[in-house]
């Protein structure tokens, strides 16, 4: 079973759409975009800074980071690789540190427009 992490921040700055002007907002419509996803995969939404307090929704877990995003996605993430029960974590983000960095643990890496395209 895979797991999607999607770097909020990074996801939502990937479509100029005018997020800049109310990030929490922006982060509500991403996370409303995932739920929408269905078919029972686990989803976590890792949110920081101004998005902060987006709330978890059926479908899609969100996860404010106490301090930096990648950081948190990065411990998420090692937190499934230590579990050792073929979770496999798929982080959603352009970043490229930090898709480097999630590999290092096994995860696989897809861009923004997996979860949120350009319309």
Do not use: Q
Request: charged share 30%; with cysteine.
């Amino acid at each position: 079973m895979d797991v999607l992490i999607v770097d909020g921040a990074n996801v939502v700055g990937s479509v100029p759409d005018g997020w800049w002007r109310d990030r929490r907002g922006a982060a509500e419509r991403l996370r409303d975009r995932l739920a929408r996803r269905g078919a029972g995969e686990e989803i976590v939404l890792v949110v920081e800074g101004a998005a902060k307090g987006v709330a978890s929704v059926p479908g899609v877990r969100v996860d404010a980071a106490p301090g930096s995003g990648d950081d948190r996605i990065v411990e998420l993430v090692a937190a499934y690789a230590e579990r050792g029960d073929g979770t496999r974590p798929v982080v959603v983000t352009a970043d490229r540190e930090l898709r480097a960095r999630v590999r290092a643990y096994g995860a696989r890496c897809v861009g923004p427009r997996t979860v949120h395209p350009a319309d």
